[in-house]
T-cell receptor, first 110, second 119 residues
Framework: ELKVEQNPLFLSMQEGKNYTIYCNYSTTSDRLYWYRQDPGKSLESLFVLLSNGAVKQEGRLMASLDTKARLSTLHITAAVHDLSATYFCAVTNTGNQFYFGTGTSLTVIP | GAVVSQHPSWVICKSGTSVKIECRSLDFQATTMFWYRQFPKQSLMLMATSNEGSKATYEQGVEKDKFLINHASLTLSTLTVTSAHPEDSSFYIC???????????????FGPGTRLTVL
């Protein structure tokens, strides 16, 4: 069974600070996704990482993938209030089914 | 980009009634659609994989007789919650897989979700 864990589960950080969210998964997967979810809303795609060593950046968010360690990170740089949301990582199996991480609820405070 | 719609956006029903949720891919064909359930403050849990023209594949622990899935066309999948009870109250999200033969890996697009409340 494919398991995906995120750390931390809850995160409160001040504006302007940096932090990293970690995503570990249990079996081999060739794709890793990061999503954002606002309260009461569906998922917004942030990144798709397809290979070992892949790094993608969009604004204040940067995602990386280490397939050997089965680890992905989502790094937040100089956080702003608009980044407050829940962030999920997900991996796919050979059947293209998504398995989501536990989620990280981020609150950015002034 | 590709769009997936769900209908209704939210529904409140009495215990014991059945509720149908539709998932449509609006500008692409989707041979496979997925149904997820999300309880408050929790992650998304895959319920079933819906393939056009064939029976859905359910994840372990999901009752196929309670959650009926029909994927009648390449753009529509429906989830019917039969004899709904308060514990079925949840946020149901579908996704549709679009095949991009000339653009690399398959891509999934998520619907906006349907919030079901069973009284």
């Amino acid at each position: 069974e494919l398991k995906v864990e995120q750390n931390p589960l809850f995160l409160s950080m001040q504006e302007g600070k940096n932090y990293t969210i970690y995503c570990n998964y249990s079996t081999t997967s060739d794709r890793l996704y990061w999503y954002r979810q606002d309260p009461g809303k569906s998922l917004e795609s942030l990144f798709v990482l397809l290979s070992n060593g892949a790094v993608k950046q969009e604004g204040r968010l940067m995602a990386s993938l280490d397939t050997k360690a089965r680890l992905s990170t989502l790094h937040i740089t100089a956080a702003v209030h608009d980044l407050s949301a829940t962030y999920f990582c997900a991996v796919t199996n050979t059947g293209n089914q998504f398995y989501f991480g536990t989620g990280t609820s981020l609150t950015v405070i002034p | 980009g590709a769009v997936v719609s769900q209908h209704p956006s939210w529904v409140i029903c009495k215990s014991g009634t059945s509720v149908k949720i539709e998932c449509r891919s609006l500008d692409f064909q989707a041979t496979t659609m997925f149904w997820y359930r999300q309880f408050p403050k929790q992650s998304l849990m895959l319920m079933a994989t819906s393939n056009e023209g064939s029976k859905a594949t359910y994840e372990q622990g999901v009752e196929k007789d309670k959650f009926l899935i029909n994927h009648a066309s390449l753009t529509l999948s429906t989830l019917t919650v039969t004899s709904a009870h308060p514990e079925d109250s949840s946020f149901y999200i579908c996704s549709a897989r679009a095949l991009h033969r000339d653009r690399g890996p398959d891509t999934q697009y998520f619907g906006p979700g349907t919030r079901l409340t069973v009284l």
